[in-house]
């Protein structure tokens, strides 16, 4: 089952990439775990899958501890101050940087375990109220700030499109975040290497408009149920 979809999932990543003259190697699945137990992740990984996405501190901190290593976990969900301890002992990278002051408080625990953490800075483009994400207007002088704290690497943008049934209607956004990192890449006078967008159901186009990663959850592991939870770990998820 999961091999059949991941199978299909390459390919259309393949084909989106030829689509758009890339090399295939350019961008990474992440398959996002959220719900699922160590066992689907254990089966992801004998599938050659090494990134996976979390979007809750809490259940990462219960399911992580039970996989494999050599495997690179991605905290891709919104980041409250009071989690950042664990987030930065348990990410690879932290793809929802939204506020100075998060990234403030990134640095400080990052600081404290001797880390340099890679992040990436949640943009808001569409604008909706129920998105996280800094508005594309503020973003150039909170990124600039953001670069100058000594133990963030910032590595890129990430957004979510608004909800669609479709694919298409995500592309203008996507193309907005392309741009914006373009602009960004000119006030810092260096490149940023990522661009976090597309999910199962817009993640060709995500490819198609420059995305280096991709966070894919059901079309890989099916619909969500009911969360995961640790024996270890108490209270809502
Ligand atoms: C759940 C989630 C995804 C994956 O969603 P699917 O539609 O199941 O692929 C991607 N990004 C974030 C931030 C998520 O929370």
Redesign the pocket.
């Known amino acids: 089952m999961l091999e059949q979809r991941y199978e299909a999932i390459r390919q259309r990543m393949g084909a989106a990439c030829a689509r758009a003259n890339r090399d295939p190697a350019g961008v990474t699945l992440?398959a996002?775990t959220?719900t699922h137990p160590p066992e689907t992740v254990e089966t992801a990984a004998r599938l050659g899958i090494r990134d996976f996405?979390e979007?809750k501190v809490q259940e990462a901190r219960a399911k992580i501890p039970l996989c494999g290593g050599a495997l690179r976990w991605h905290g891709?969900?919104h980041l409250q101050t009071n989690k950042v301890r664990d987030a930065v002992r348990l990410f690879t990278m932290i793809?929802?940087v939204d506020s100075l002051r998060l990234a403030e408080e990134i640095e400080k625990h990052a600081g404290l375990q001797s880390k340099r953490v890679p992040v990436l800075l949640e943009v808001n483009v569409s604008g909706e109220g129920t998105k996280f994400g800094l508005g594309p207007d503020g973003l150039n002088e909170v990124a600039l700030a953001i670069n100058r704290l000594p133990h963030l690497e910032l590595r890129g943008l990430?957004t979510?499109a608004p909800y669609a049934e479709e694919a298409e209607p995500a592309r203008p956004y996507f193309r907005r975040l392309a741009q914006l990192k373009r602009g960004l890449e000119q006030k810092l006078g260096a490149p940023l290497p990522d661009l976090s967008m597309g999910?199962?159901?817009d993640?060709e186009v995500g490819i198609e408009e420059g995305a280096t990663m991709i966070?894919?959850?059901?079309?890989?592991?099916g619909e969500?149920k009911s969360a995961f939870h640790a024996a270890a770990d108490e209270g809502p998820p």
């Open positions: 992440i996002v959220k996405g979007n891709i969900g793809h929802a990430m979510m999910m199962s159901g993640y966070r894919v959850g059901s079309a890989l592991f969500r």
